[in-house]
């Protein structure tokens, strides 16, 4: 069964500095991993997705993300943060042989001081 | 573009009472996904449509569910009667056809029912 694990429920950073929100998941097939953002009373918002390729994928607002097949993980990495970040975000997964609708991860909220 | 309409926003009613939602997909978009976002977890899938028709409900508890999209165009979400732990936000989301596995899903703001 297609499964994605986001391990921390919380993720802290000062403005100006690298961030990472991490990411594994689970599937019998090759993955399509998406990235989510989720404002207060708003719906998800698509960052970006790995489908073949190159596996360092750039997305919206400078995010990006590094698929690691051996480690199982799409981890979301930003080069310098902003208090605007400040978001709960999402990890999902398609399994392309079973042709599913996505799978969510538990989220992670990011939070971020200036 | 218009992205995923949905009304209402809000929605408040009693147990054992009866609901509905609606959402109207972009213009173009052959598939629709109801999600269920419970506070603190990660929205989960309840029903997903490719036009008219059903491609998977596994996930619906059908007992008190029901979802139509019968022109293949909007789609309604129904409880019928609610109980407490359906408190949640519920997504629409819509997608090109089912085939472009890479398509990303484009979210509607959701509706967000409190049951009492």
């Known amino acids: 069964a297609q499964s994605v694990a986001q391990p921390e429920d919380q993720v802290n950073v000062a403005e100006g500095n690298p961030l990472t929100v991490k990411c594994t998941y689970s599937?019998?097939?090759?993955?399509?991993l998406f990235w989510y953002v989720q404002y207060p009373n708003r719906g998800l918002q698509f960052l970006l997705k790995?489908?073949?390729?190159?596996?360092l994928v750039k997305g919206s607002y400078g995010f990006e993300a590094e698929f690691n097949k051996s480690q199982t993980s799409f981890h979301l990495k930003k080069p310098s943060a902003l208090v605007s970040d400040s978001a709960l975000y999402f990890c999902?997964?398609?399994?392309?042989?079973?042709?599913?609708?996505?799978?969510f991860g538990k989220g992670t909220t990011l939070s971020e001081s200036s | 573009e218009a992205g995923v309409a949905q009304s209402p926003r809000y929605k408040i009613i009693e147990k054992r009472q009866s609901v509905a939602f609606w959402c109207n997909p972009i213009?173009?978009?052959?598939?629709l996904y109801w999600y269920q976002q419970i506070l603190g977890q990660g929205p989960k899938l309840l029903i997903q449509?490719?036009?008219?028709?059903?491609?998977?409900d596994s996930q619906l508890p059908k007992d008190r569910f029901s979802a139509e999209r019968l022109k293949g165009v909007d789609s309604t979400l129904k409880i019928q009667p609610a109980k407490l732990e359906d408190s949640a936000v519920y997504l629409c989301?819509?997608?090109?056809?089912?085939?472009?596995?890479?398509?990303?899903?484009?979210f509607g703001n959701g509706t967000r029912l409190t049951v009492t």
């Open positions: 989301a819509s997608s090109l056809d089912q085939g472009t596995l890479g398509a990303p899903l484009h």
């Open positions: 599937v019998s097939g090759n993955p399509y």
């Open positions: 790995y489908i073949t390729g190159d596996n």
């Open positions: 999902a997964v398609r399994d392309w042989q079973a042709g599913t609708a996505l799978i």
């Open positions: 213009s173009g978009h052959a598939t």
């Open positions: 449509f490719q036009n008219n028709g059903v491609v998977d």
